[in-house]
């Protein structure tokens, strides 16, 4: 079996450092706690007496509009005709 060239090390180098690149930079920019991303991302309230993630683009029911206005989000018709969370200033 012959010995590999410099040459061809490198090229092995150099295309397994762009294969490794694009995937290791969303991971260091991702937070390591995927659970933090969420509580970023949602404010828990009781609704119904369960306790419930309120977030833009989450499902919503009519009933509790008078509470996702204290939140600041309101319950409007997406284009698909789904009941979805949308921000106060979006929905008038």
């Given amino acids: ?13 150099v ?26 991302a ?5 609704l119904g007496g369960k306790r419930t993630c309120l977030a833009v683009g989450r499902h919503c029911a009519l009933k509790y509009q008078q509470t996702y206005v204290k939140h600041g989000l309101s319950c409007a018709r997406d284009g698909k005709g789904r009941l979805r969370l949308v921000r106060n200033s979006q929905s008038f």
Wanted: proline letters at 11%; a positive charge.
């Fill in 1 to 13: 079996m012959s010995r590999p060239t410099p040459r061809l090390a490198l090229t092995l180098a």
């Fill in 15 to 40: 295309v397994g450092a762009a294969i490794a690149a694009p995937t290791a930079v969303p991971a260091a920019a991702a937070p390591a706690n995927g659970a933090a991303a969420h509580a970023a």
């Fill in 42 to 46: 949602c404010k828990t309230v009781k």
